[in-house]
């Protein structure tokens, strides 16, 4: 699999909160496809079509016997994952850093006299 | 948004690639749609589709005036993913971990004498 195929594959796993859950559960350990189903109330079919964008993503693997074929949690396509969202890691730390701007600057703001003196007083909070 | 919201916005956001190039420009800068659509020879229509998606994830942001919305990079709904992926980072490491347990093993066996004594060498490579 090319990155590029990689990283369509493994977002589009993590997008469902279903296989999330189920990747959860794995990283306790092995588990059936039984053992998988139970906690989510779903059909065997509904949770084997999750298991296969799972296995087709890379994101898990599953045992070779016909009868008891454990599911197995295979973390490496989230670090390709995480090195991708890590290049934008200084925008999100900017758009922090922002709103630490604003906020010092509008408690500045409020603790400067304006028309006419008035005490110092902790933020209110504004209600729509 | 709930985080499970966000997560299942961002992730299905990032698994298409022509939106995460899209991602990729507006790092670089703030971007007019008709900039976006240049490199990648689809119509505007197209493209205004993958800017609705990465709008909805909170991905990127638009600009108001009617003419001129220049689309900006809103990184904040990554941090979440990144903060959803590092919980399995210690999977990932193991597996790096037990593949080079692995490769020690190997060549450990390789530079035991077995039927006859050999010399020692450097791993070949092996050819299918």
């Known amino acids: 699999m090319t990155s590029t195929e990689t990283l369509n594959l493994t ?6 909160p279903t296989r999330r859950a189920i990747l959860g559960r794995l990283a306790s350990g092995n588990a059936s496809v039984n053992e ?3 906690p ?9 079509k999750h298991l296969k964008v799972l296995e087709r993503s890379g994101l898990i693997s599953r045992g070779r016997h016909a009868q008891w074929r ?7 396509p ?3 994952a995480v090195d ?3 290049r934008y890691r200084r925008f999100w730390e900017e758009s922090f850093d922002r709103l630490d701007d604003y906020l010092q ?3 500045a703001q ?8 008035q005490r110092k007083k902790t933020h209110g909070n504004h209600k729509k």
Chains 1, 2 share one sequence.
């Open 36 to 38: 998988l189903a139970a």
């Open 110 to 117: 409020n603790l400067q006299p304006k028309e006419k003196p």
């Open 84 to 86: 991708w969202l890590e």
């Open 40 to 48: 989510f109330k779903m059909s065997l079919p509904a949770v084997s």
């Open 78 to 80: 989230m670090k390709e």
């Open 70 to 76: 454990p599911c197995r949690l295979k973390a490496r």
């Open 11 to 16: 977002f589009a796993a993590l997008a469902d």
């Open 105 to 107: 600057k509008l408690q």
